[in-house]
């Protein structure tokens, strides 16, 4: 087995690019299981600090830091996408990175993203490539408005994004885009959104977690229950879809495709070469969380089983809650199996992921309400 291939056993030490949230809890999942961890992020009291043993504080284009991390590690992993190639391939020059640089180059740039999932053949809302305001005309006339434009790089949670009513709308639209390559997307009027979330081991082997509804409010995610609440037939499909596209990349870790369900068709939305924000009830639902999954998976171990415990819905808790106090923590821990995670950040503002809630119970239709119950009495 060469070095690219090999397996990182317990006692070893994990590098992770990107020290927010979701390496926070990726740090957490690999202190479980034995192994040390070494964060490369370039703010200085990251979330992901507090619990890893070393933390580089670096731009991720630091391509001697990346070295440094490269060097201290057994295998290297990212909780981020906007990771340049350059420091992908310094670090691949010392360390195997895991689910792997192409997979990565693919997913953060939604142009390469829509023509890798296209050309497969993999369901996707028509789209159009906008690189000038002739672009996006054309587009509106092939598409029809009411139709989305997206950046095709570092856009999340609604950043990056502009709906078009009209034709009329497209020089004033474009202007923000202008020397930037983007996406326009044409609505798509669906019944659900949902994201399954797949891991692909060392090995081939591939797991994914059951299927997850969403709700999202200001393009932000709101709310993820599960089960979802789909025919089993839907549910099946999405999973071979996650297992396909994963294979197509040829990633080795954690894959997150978010899909628009419209009737009984799947429509892939976007595609995550990582943990996801949808998948964080599974810390407390499913007999493998996803962060351990992932961690089984870039290192070469078995992959972990998939099925819920029980029913849950997890509930991101955003600065907006904080206002003028701190929020009354007591009251919302009060309701029966309700859990709190808290990230570690400072300074809470609108729109910025604080934390989450997740309430197991007998439903999901009983979780959810649990925890939208849970959450006002903040």
């Known amino acids: 087995m060469g070095s690219r291939e090999r397996v990182v056993l317990p006692g070893a030490t994990l590098g992770v690019l990107g020290g927010g949230q979701l390496g926070r809890m990726e740090a957490i999942a690999a202190r479980r299981m034995g192994y040390r961890v070494v964060v490369l992020d370039p703010e200085a009291d990251c979330p992901a600090s507090h619990v890893a043993d070393e933390h580089i504080q670096a731009d991720y284009g630091d391509e001697d830091a990346a070295r440094r991390l490269a060097r201290a590690v057994s295998v290297v992993t990212f909780e981020v996408e906007n990771v340049p190639a350059a420091t992908l391939a310094a670090i691949e020059a010392l360390a195997p990175v895991r689910p792997g640089p192409g997979a990565l180059e693919i997913c953060r740039h939604r142009v390469l993203e829509k023509r890798f999932l296209a050309g497969r ?4 809302a028509p789209f159009h490539v906008v690189e000038s305001l002739a672009d996006l005309e054309e587009g509106l006339r092939q ?38 390559a983007a996406v326009l997307e044409a609505v798509v009027p ?3 959104e949902l994201s399954v979330i797949g891991a692909r081991g060392l090995d081939g082997d591939f797991r994914a977690f059951p299927l997850l509804r969403n709700a999202h409010a200001r393009h932000i995610l709101d709310v993820t229950r599960a089960p979802a609440g789909v025919p089993l037939g839907v549910e099946t499909r999405a999973r071979e879809l996650a297992r396909a596209i994963a294979e197509a990349l040829e990633l080795v870790g954690l894959v997150t495709v978010e899909l628009f369900l419209v009737g009984d068709e799947l429509i892939v939305n976007e595609l995550a070469p990582r943990t996801h924000n949808s998948g964080h009830g599974t810390i407390e639902a499913a007999s493998t969380d996803q962060f351990e999954q992932h961690l089984r998976a870039v290192c070469g171990l078995p992959l972990g089983e998939t099925e819920l415990l029980r029913p849950f819905a997890m509930a991101n808790l955003l600065g907006d809650i904080w206002g003028r106090q701190e929020p009354h923590w007591a009251r919302a821990l009060s309701e029966p199996g309700v859990r709190l995670h808290l990230y570690g950040k400072k300074e809470p503002r609108a729109g910025r992921k604080m934390g989450h809630l997740t309430a197991l119970a007998a439903s999901a239709d009983a979780a959810e309400a649990l925890v939208r119950r849970a959450r006002s009495l903040l």
Do not use: M
Request: hydrophobic share 40%.
């Open 143 to 180: 598409l029809g408005p009411p139709a989305i434009l997206k950046t095709a790089e570092f856009g999340y949670d609604g950043k990056g994004q502009r709906r078009i009513q009209s034709i009329d709308e497209a020089a004033a639209a474009y202007a923000p885009f202008a020397g930037r």
């Open 190 to 192: 669906f019944d659900a």
């Open 121 to 124: 053949g993999f369901p996707v």
